[in-house]
């Protein structure tokens, strides 16, 4: 895709900033024993927010406390500094290699790291818990691998009080307007605006509470949190798990009007949308362009099939690759955070192409992205991983809480019909903090 920043391969960037990574990183010990089923994950987490957590359908990985920190502008820096890690990382295991076995960061990147006063940071917890397919496993760095008690019971539902964000609703229709005449004009194709609206509650919001209920209520999304950023999303940016690469691509939406809807007509009204098919072909081209020169072999889908949501309907398409082995020793390739980094933005939170996307977001939305729509997740020592686009999210600190939506533009946009998705977007976050 033209005017994409970073084209430099992530191998090449990567080493590129090895140098500006600490030269010495603590080493580690790592000591990962098979558990019975631990059951529901999000029972172990202890109050406050020193944990981490990554969950779909009942299973996942959850990380508690903090071994080791990094805080950074780059994810190509996270990346190095993770390899370094790994390098002199001490690991025994009685469990066999696979998804999220062993010790992991957990990760959190700002969308734009130009403008954003937020760092981006990876946490390698003390503990992880892991649960797939019935299995349990336990992981603990630096200390014996043994099964903490649950935490505390979850506080009550925080009662907030909201407030408009950046731009009113009526200032963002017009930030809309604006984008649809340069669209028009030729100067992009499309690009995602996104908004915020801001709430305080009247105690410290219990973030355990919010991501039980996500889980809970959206299972086929991933629900996450990392240092503050909880919220779940439905689009995964690039997973790898031994040698292949997936990416599920979201461009092109529908709100649902409850649950009386009129599935098939929604659903085939949404198939058949030129404005939505225009703006998911550009969100997956962006993805099979990024991901292709790490890859041997891809599949990009013909057509997109429709994922339905409790609130909304999305255009999706799932994208695979069989990634290239590395020139290393290991034979390893791209970490799954090295394809993270050549994937973001994609055309699916930032537009095309994407350095005038990026331009008219900077000028048009007023609004600071933080770690919204940047990529969360996790990577193992091996360098797979998922990482996802941190979407239906919010940044909960103490009281206080900012809570994000966007929508993509293309010729055909109507500002009031952006604003209502906008609205339909929030509403799995604003339902989780007790609304």
């Not at 957590?53 to 950074?72: I, K, M, S, Y």
């Not at 019971?153 to 963002?172: H, I, Y």
């Given at each position: 895709?033209?005017?994409?920043?970073?084209?430099?391969?992530?191998?090449?960037?990567?080493?590129?900033?090895?140098?500006?990574?600490?030269?010495?990183?603590?080493?580690?010990?790592?000591?990962?024993?098979?558990?019975?089923?631990?059951?529901?994950?999000?029972?172990?987490?202890?109050?406050?927010?020193?944990?981490?957590?990554?969950?779909?359908?009942?299973?996942?990985?959850?990380?508690?406390?903090?071994?080791?920190?990094?805080?950074?502008?780059?994810?190509?820096?996270?990346?190095?500094?993770?390899?370094?890690?790994?390098?002199?990382?001490?690991?025994?295991?009685?469990?066999?290699?696979?998804?999220?076995?062993?010790?992991?960061?957990?990760?959190?990147?700002?969308?734009?790291?130009?403008?954003?006063?937020?760092?981006?940071?990876?946490?390698?917890?003390?503990?992880?818990?892991?649960?797939?397919?019935?299995?349990?496993?336990?992981?603990?760095?630096?200390?014996?691998?043994?099964?903490?008690?649950?935490?505390?019971?979850?506080?009550?539902?925080?009662?907030?009080?909201?407030?408009?964000?950046?731009?009113?609703?009526?200032?963002?229709?017009?930030?809309?307007?604006?984008?649809?005449?340069?669209?028009?004009?030729?100067?992009?194709?499309?690009?995602?605006?996104?908004?915020?609206?801001?709430?305080?509650?009247?105690?410290?919001?219990?973030?355990r509470q919010v991501l039980a209920r996500l889980a809970g209520g959206y299972p086929s999304t991933w629900a996450f949190h990392v240092d503050g950023l909880v919220g779940a999303t439905p689009e995964l940016l690039v997973r790898r798990e031994r040698g292949l690469a997936t990416s599920r691509v979201l461009a092109g939406t529908i709100r649902r009007h409850g649950e009386q809807s009129d599935e098939v007509a929604l659903a085939q009204a949404l198939a058949e949308s030129s404005k939505d098919l225009a703006e998911h072909e550009y969100a997956v081209a962006s993805v099979a362009d990024a991901l292709a020169p790490f890859c041997s072999g891809m599949n990009v889908p013909d057509q997109p099939y429709v994922l339905k949501l409790p609130n909304v309907m999305h255009l999706a398409s799932d994208v695979t690759g069989v990634c290239d082995r590395g020139d290393d020793a290991a034979g390893r390739g791209a970490s799954a955070l090295a394809l993270a980094a050549a994937l973001h933005p994609s055309a699916a939170v930032c537009g095309t192409p994407t350095v005038s996307a990026l331009g008219l977001i900077r000028a048009l939305e007023q609004l600071d992205r933080g770690r919204y729509a940047g990529p969360v997740g996790w990577i193992d020592s091996s360098g797979d991983g998922e990482w996802g686009i941190a979407l239906r999210c919010g940044r909960v600190s103490g009281r206080t809480v900012q809570v994000f939506a966007g929508c993509g533009i293309v010729a055909d946009s109507e500002p009031e019909a952006e604003l209502a998705e906008t609205r339909a977007k929030l509403v799995p976050m604003v339902e989780a903090l007790g609304a």
């Open positions: 895709m033209t005017g994409r920043p970073g084209a430099q391969c992530a191998a090449e960037v990567a080493t590129a900033t090895l140098s500006r990574v600490p030269p010495t990183v603590r080493t580690l010990t790592a000591t990962t024993r098979a558990i019975a089923d631990p059951g529901a994950l999000q029972a172990y987490l202890p109050a406050g927010d020193t944990w981490t957590a990554w969950l779909r359908r009942g299973e996942g990985v959850v990380g508690l406390g903090e071994a080791l920190r990094f805080e950074t502008d780059s994810i190509h820096e996270a990346d190095a500094w993770w390899a370094e890690v790994c390098r002199t990382l001490t690991h025994t295991s009685d469990v066999a290699p696979g998804y999220g076995v062993g010790p992991l960061a957990f990760g959190s990147f700002a969308f734009d790291p130009e403008t954003s006063a937020a760092r981006s940071v990876l946490v390698v917890p003390r503990v992880v818990v892991g649960r797939r397919a019935g299995a349990g496993w336990i992981t603990a760095v630096d200390g014996e691998p043994d099964l903490p008690p649950p935490g505390e019971p979850f506080g009550a539902a925080p009662d907030v009080t909201w407030r408009t964000g950046a731009l009113a609703p009526e200032a963002w229709e017009a930030a809309v307007a604006a984008a649809v005449t340069r669209i028009r004009a030729g100067e992009l194709g499309k690009v995602v605006l996104a908004r915020d609206v801001a709430g305080t509650a009247a105690q410290p919001i219990d973030v």
